[in-house]
Nanobody, 117 residues
Framework: QVQLVESGGGLVQPGGSLRLSCVVSGSGRSIYYMGWYRQALGKQRELVATITNSGNTNYADSVKGRFTISRDNAKNTAYLQMNSLKPDDTAVYYC???????????WGQGTQVTVSS
């Protein structure tokens, strides 16, 4: 059974940094795509950043220059380094992965990030 487990969320002051991690377990198939999404209270889930298995990245305009997505294919792990955090970044952050030739989609349970003074 495929599982995605996020960690690294928490409370941080504006201007601070956090690093999120997402570990994929239970799959012997290739992980073609990994991404981070977020959902703030009362809002729709939105894309934050994605990365392919070859390292190509894509970012939402709102996080460009502040967030960096990366992955360690050997560890089936993706990371999201978040710098210069703003209160608007407050949300539950979800990890997403597309696995296998059929690109089956999987989600993690989410980790809360709160940016507040």
């Amino acid at each position: 059974q495929v599982q995605l487990v996020e960690s690294g969320g928490g409370l941080v002051q504006p201007g601070g940094s956090l690093r999120l991690s997402c570990v994929v377990s239970g799959s012997g198939r290739s992980i073609y795509y990994m991404g981070w999404y977020r959902q703030a209270l009362g809002k729709q889930r939105e894309l934050v950043a994605t990365i392919t298995n070859s390292g190509n990245t894509n970012y939402a305009d709102s996080v460009k220059g502040r967030f960096t997505i990366s992955r360690d294919n050997a560890k089936n792990t993706a990371y999201l380094q978040m710098n210069s955090l703003k209160p608007d970044d407050t949300a539950v952050y979800y990890c997403n992965a597309a696995i296998g030739l059929q690109l089956l989609n999987y989600w993690g349970q989410g980790t809360q990030v709160t940016v507040s003074s």
